[in-house]
């Protein structure tokens, strides 16, 4: 074998092996090929591929027409599309996130009683998580109609009179959070295995000291639970970059009313898939990713702040 | 210190804990009950009824029909039969996939093993719509559009969430299981098949359950590649059904509500391990 070749780690390693162990690797390659295969086709090739279109004009049918950065330079500078996108998904996430870490929490501490039938609950809470995003989508859309809607009926025992919600341009987010805070159960279930993971010495000790509640939930709680808070954001983060049904059902595929309910993967779907310009979409596909990677590296900086991890030792 | 503020004492406090609990619990679950029971009594109005003001909670006479015609007015019955036929398919892929590709990072020793393990891990963190366009552009080339090929051989090549799912737990099972078969001469695939695969049957529950919500709840992926109505999928139909009419609001809470009951119907069975497996994790702690 040629001294080159040997400097690739992958060669050098495989020259090296027995038969036996060689036999082993063949094998381990077959079996995990389905993935491989999948990984190349479904994946790395579309990822590398998206970011070639997004250089083209391209509609499939005809050939691509290579344009160099005109799809990005427009969509930064001259598509007041992609601005209402952009600010329609960061205000909903500024808002839903912490709600959802908050009501997540709540209810996770609700479920941490021991009481009996403490179960039963629990399977309520979590089942609107299970219904169909658009059938969940379709009856708030219905509860939530100006006129015949029992969300309004509601508000006018009260001497409210309800808003226009989805007919309103300010009330189409407002109606899109709570829509999605009826699934916060799914989030509250992970909360809880957070919560029963907490030794409860802790708390026998908080309270030989004389701690109340709330200071228990303080300074034991929260921190104890700030890891898996941390992975909820992480992932809620880039949910709520993905939101598309609601939005498709609640506000409609053109957004609503002035598009106040244009998410970025509706306006995503309707650039790539109703106007059919794959180029552009890409491009738009782009810019979100790699803005997810920023703000998903960025919260990962931001962890060490604000996350206590039990078993971690800090360099010196 | 606290307790000798209060008149009360330890066996009444226990009693007022107990009674806010459930005075809280239960004003959340009517909170979280009150949309599905919305969309059973209004599937059991007549349209006039849906459009009564101030509306009616107790549907009264009860329009039974109205799941009857559900199937009268769009072809729901085949929304059903084809969503099904997605999720036989997605769970038969994934399936044979994942448990090969899990077997293959969790016994296997290879060269670049633990490095694919990472990259197959970070797939999970970049969001899909990256690949959204091209993977239509390669299906659209290959003919596959308004076919449900799109929709079902990427299951074939299986999911990172379920490999990894799978693959830690086939890490929990004593290699010793393994040796002992190759001693007694089996092959590779004979472990996987005979001793791997009957023992990692819980993970392999989980596989089933998750694929079988996913697909049924999908709604971007067939909107994208189902043109044909006789194709749709059951979310598809609805959305659909709710552009066509959209005064039929009791139609389409009937709709709805059947939609919604083949995945809680399997989350009642499964969801000891769905949320229990999770609680009960948290409970070794």
Same mark, same amino acid.
């Given at each position: 074998m040629s001294a080159v070749a040997r400097r690739i780690p992958f060669i050098r390693q495989w020259a090296d092996m027995t038969p036996a162990e060689r036999r082993e690797a063949v094998a381990g390659y077959l079996f995990i090929s389905p993935w491989l295969i999948g990984f190349i086709l479904f994946f790395a090739g579309p990822i590398l591929a998206s970011f070639v279109i997004s250089f083209t004009k391209w509609n499939i049918v005809s050939p691509p027409e290579w344009v160099g950065l005109n799809n990005y330079r427009r969509i930064f500078t001259l598509d007041p599309n992609f601005k209402k996108a952009v600010t329609v998904t960061l205000t909903y996430a500024i808002f839903y996130l912490p709600l959802e870490v908050v009501c997540g929490i709540t209810i996770a501490v609700v479920l941490n009683q021991k009481l009996r039938g403490i179960g039963v609950f629990r399977t309520i809470y979590y089942m609107p998580y299970i219904v169909p995003k658009v059938a969940a989508s379709l009856v708030w859309v219905w509860m939530l109609n100006p006129r015949y809607g029992v969300v309004n009926?509601?508000?006018?025992?009260?001497?409210?009179?309800?808003?226009?919600?989805?007919?309103?341009?300010?009330?189409?987010?407002?109606?899109?959070?709570?829509?999605?805070?009826?699934?916060?159960?799914?989030?509250?279930?992970?909360?809880?295995?957070?919560?029963?993971?907490?030794?409860?010495?802790?708390?026998?000790?908080?309270?030989?000291?004389?701690?109340? @509640?709330?200071q228990q939930f303080f300074k034991i709680t929260l921190p104890m639970l700030s890891p898996t808070i941390f992975f909820q954001v992480v992932l809620g983060l880039i949910g709520t970059f993905q939101t598309f049904t609601p939005a498709f059902i609640a506000a409609g595929r053109t957004g609503g009313p002035l598009q106040s309910g244009l998410f970025y993967m509706l306006y995503i779907y309707n650039v790539s898939f109703r106007s059919m310009r794959m180029g552009y979409g890409s491009a738009l596909a782009w810019i979100?990713?790699?803005?997810?990677?920023?703000?998903?590296?960025?919260?990962? @900086?931001?962890? @060490?702040?604000?996350?206590?991890?039990?078993?971690?030792r800090k360099q010196k | 210190?606290?307790?000798?503020?209060?008149?009360?004492?330890?066996? /009444?406090? %226990?009693?007022?804990?107990?009674?806010?609990?459930?005075?809280?619990?239960?004003?959340?679950?009517?909170?979280?009950?009150?949309?599905?029971?919305?969309?059973?009594?209004?599937?059991? %109005?007549? /349209?006039?009824?849906?459009?009564?003001?101030?509306?009616?909670?107790?549907?009264?006479?009860?329009?039974?029909?109205?799941?009857? *015609?559900?199937?009268?007015?769009v072809p729901f019955g085949r929304f059903v039969i084809n969503t099904a036929f997605l999720v036989v398919m997605n769970i038969i892929g994934q399936l044979v996939s994942v448990t090969l590709v899990a077997y293959g990072f969790a016994r296997l020793r290879f060269p670049g093993r633990d490095v694919l393990f990472l990259v197959m891990l970070s797939t999970l963190m970049i969001p899909y719509q990256i690949t959204l366009v091209p993977r239509f552009i390669l299906f659209s080339k290959l003919g596959w559009v308004n076919t449900y090929l799109p929709l079902i051989v990427p299951a074939f090549t299986g999911s990172p969430f379920l490999i990894f799912l799978v693959r830690q737990y086939i890490m929990s099972i004593p290699f010793d299981l393994d040796e002992a078969a190759y001693i007694d001469g089996a092959s590779r695939f004979t472990?996987?098949? %005979?001793?791997?695969?009957?023992?990692?049957?819980? *993970?392999? *529950?989980?596989?089933?359950?998750?694929?079988?919500?996913?697909?049924?709840?999908?709604?971007?992926?067939?909107?994208?590649?189902?043109?044909?109505?006789?194709?749709?999928?059951?979310?598809?139909?609805?959305?659909?059904? /709710?552009?066509?009419?959209?005064?039929?609001?009791?139609?389409?809470?009937?709709?709805?509500?059947?939609?919604?009951?083949?995945?809680?119907?399997?989350?009642?069975?499964?969801?000891r391990q769905l949320i229990g497996g999770i609680s009960v994790e948290g409970l070794k702690g």
């Open positions: 009926t509601v508000l006018s025992w009260f001497g409210i009179q309800g808003p226009n919600w989805l007919g309103n341009p300010h009330y189409v987010l407002p109606s899109i959070i709570i829509m999605a805070l009826w699934g916060v159960g799914g989030s509250a279930v992970i909360y809880l295995a957070g919560l029963q993971n907490i030794p409860q010495q802790l708390y026998e000790a908080a309270m030989v000291d004389g701690a109340n @509640r709330i979100m990713s790699l803005f997810i990677l920023v703000v998903t590296i960025l919260v990962f @900086r931001s962890s @060490r702040y604000w996350v206590y991890y039990e078993a971690e | 210190m606290r307790l000798s503020k209060t008149p009360l004492g330890l066996r /009444q406090i %226990k009693w007022l804990n107990t009674v806010t609990g459930y005075t809280i619990l239960s004003i959340l679950a009517v909170l979280f009950l009150v949309p599905l029971y919305w969309m059973f009594s209004t599937a059991l %109005k007549t /349209q006039t009824q849906t459009f009564a003001i101030p509306p009616e909670w107790i549907p009264d006479p009860v329009a039974w029909d109205n799941f009857a *015609a559900v199937f009268r007015e472990v996987f098949r %005979k001793v791997i695969l009957p023992l990692a049957r819980p *993970a392999l *529950a989980l596989v089933v359950v998750f694929t079988f919500i996913d697909v049924w709840n999908d709604f971007l992926q067939p909107l994208i590649y189902l043109n044909d109505p006789n194709m749709f999928t059951v979310s598809l139909g609805l959305s659909f059904f /709710q552009g066509q009419r959209e005064t039929n609001w009791n139609l389409l809470m009937a709709a709805s509500l059947m939609a919604m009951v083949p995945p809680l119907v399997l989350f009642f069975f499964a969801q």
